[in-house]
């Protein structure tokens, strides 16, 4: 009994061996994958079974945890993490450190280096330099790291962003300079503004619409807010075909179509301007308008 149980696990036993003394830093890395993993399942989450327009969910079927909307076309999860966790989720250890490094993505210190080298950082200064107003105040929600805030207060804007953590934020002001507000938007205050951003975040927030119509409020009349996120364009019964990794469902909490993003804009009063893929594969992007009047 002893020798066929050592017969099963022994494989495994020397390949841990040969990986320990070869590789003492894929074990490691191993270890370290698994503790995240755990802290991840630590999350606690709710339950969901209405979307944001107020219709009732169906049980998934789309994904483990996704619903479709029979009403808007928005796919919802529904066993999203409690409002009361986004703070510990976006916050400096759990998301700028763990939770990148288990992605393989580079930690909050490489972020800005990043977005130069891959081009996004160009892409964003080009669409604000071509929809926005030219000048004036910009808040940007979900600043991190703030490398675009600071290019933005070079060329003159007002700029002031908003992250959940407080270590974030003062990570932020300290290597940049920018005013960062600690806090979960819409729950706290915001300048008047001319130019609301928010890239890669409505689709981590557990009410779209209250976002939007707070990022109305907050908008000067004319002002202009560009939102980039998942959007899906053609195949709405199978979305994000080749972008699986959008049902993250600790993280995205909502997923669109552009009819979705159409009707939000449409609830909350603000005009599409624009609404389309975003470039290096990073969803879609919606820019809306505050109207004059
Ligand atoms: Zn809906």
């Keep these: 009994m002893v020798r066929k149980f050592w017969l099963v696990i022994r494989p495994w036993v020397v390949r841990r061996i040969w990986l320990g003394i070869a590789h003492p830093s ?37 994904h483990a945890n996704y619903s479709t909307c029979g009403e808007c076309g928005s796919y919802v999860n529904c066993r999203p993490p409690l409002p009361s966790e986004i703070r510990r989720i976006y916050s400096y250890d759990f998301y700028w450190q763990m939770r990148q490094s288990w992605r393989g993505w580079p930690a909050i210190e490489d972020r800005a280096a990043l977005y130069r080298a891959d081009g996004r950082l160009d892409y964003w200064i080009q669409l604000i330099a071509r929809y926005g107003t030219g000048s004036g105040q910009v808040v940007e929600i979900g600043c991190a790291p703030g490398v675009l805030l600071a290019d933005l207060q070079n060329q003159g804007y007002s700029c ?13 002001h300290e290597h940049t300079g920018a005013e960062v507000i600690a806090g979960v938007f819409p729950e706290i205050e915001i300048p008047r503004c001319d130019i609301f951003l928010a890239f890669d975040v409505l689709e981590h927030v557990h009410a779209p619409q209250e976002f939007l119509a707070a ?16 959007i899906e364009f053609e195949d709405y019964l199978r979305p994000f075909a080749t972008r699986p990794e959008f049902f993250d469902d600790l993280e995205h909490l909502v997923l669109f179509t552009d009819r979705t993003i159409r009707r939000l804009a449409s609830v909350v009063g603000l005009e599409v301007v624009a609404i389309m893929p975003a470039e290096f594969s990073l969803g879609g992007l919606c820019v809306l308008r505050r109207p004059d009047a």
């Design 160 to 172: 002031c962003g908003v992250e959940p953590d407080p270590k974030v934020a003062q990570w932020i």
């Design 215 to 230: 990022a109305f409020r907050s908008l000067r009349r004319g002002g202009i807010a560009i939102i980039q996120t998942p």
């Design 26 to 62: 894929l074990v490691l890395w191993y270890v370290k994958q698994k503790f995240a993993e755990v802290r991840f399942r630590g999350v606690k989450r709710g339950t969901r079974d209405r979307c944001w327009c107020g219709s009732k969910l169906e049980p998934p079927e789309l």
